[in-house]
Each structure stands twice: as C-alpha cells, then as structure tokens.
C-alpha cells in the first residue's frame, strides 16, 4: 500500500484545515486507517483512526470534539478534519495503514504495517 498524504500548511490559531491521504497498492476497505503526528522533539503520537467501512472512528483525548476522521472508499481517500487549530497542534501528520477487518483498530504505531511520507502543519499564535 502506497499512501500519499497532502494538505498541510501555515495557518493561524483558530484555523481549520482537511488532510487527505491516497492510498494506492491494495484493496483499501480492507484496512483500517490511522493518523499519527510528530512535533519537534516528541515522540509520533496517534491522532485518530477509523475502520475499513467507515464505521467506527476512535480519537486521542487532546483531539476528541476538534478532529474528524472520514474516509471515502470508492476514491481510496481517508480524511483528517482538524478545527480549532491551536499551536501546539503544530506537527508533521501521518496516515497509516492496518490490515484489519475489525472493528477496534490499533491507536499504537506498532499497529500499523504502511506509512505515508506525511504532511507539515504548523499553527501560529
């Protein structure tokens, strides 16, 4: 699976933005897709993910009520909404892929077997 994530940029506190990542490569309903983070000096956090329908989306708690997940499987596009941007939202965001049917996919890196190149926000006070 090849995933290309575009989207990011400069933007200011209160902002809102929507990152796109294509996935090419496999079947991409069959996988449960991830976004990830990772700030200067800080170890690549998970962000959000959904299930390969659609269905079920799960949040980290410093984003719940501020980011939406979504994915649109007939264009093999999973979406990250980001609202409210505050600064210390500002990161380098990654979609991942999860071979996975279920419908309680992974929130570690460990989880997740493909990575996109990823896509640079940063959110200025």
């Known amino acids: 699976v090849q995933l290309v994530e575009s989207g990011g940029g400069l933007v200011q506190a209160g902002d809102s933005l929507r990152l796109s990542c294509a996935a090419s490569?496999?079947?991409?309903?069959?996988?449960?897709m991830g976004w990830f983070r990772q700030s200067p000096g800080k170890e690549r956090e998970f962000v959000a993910t959904?299930?390969?329908?659609?269905?079920?989306?799960y949040y980290a708690d410093s984003v719940k009520g501020r980011f939406a997940i979504s994915r649109d499987n007939a264009k093999n596009t999973v979406y990250l909404g980001v609202n409210s941007l505050k600064p210390e939202d500002t990161a380098v965001y990654y979609c991942a892929a999860q071979n996975y049917a279920g419908a309680y996919p992974s929130t570690t890196l460990a989880g997740y077997e493909y990575w996109g190149q990823g896509t640079q926000v940063t959110v200025s006070s």
């Open positions: 959904v299930t390969g329908s659609g269905g079920r989306s």
């Open positions: 490569g496999r079947t991409f309903s069959n996988y449960a």
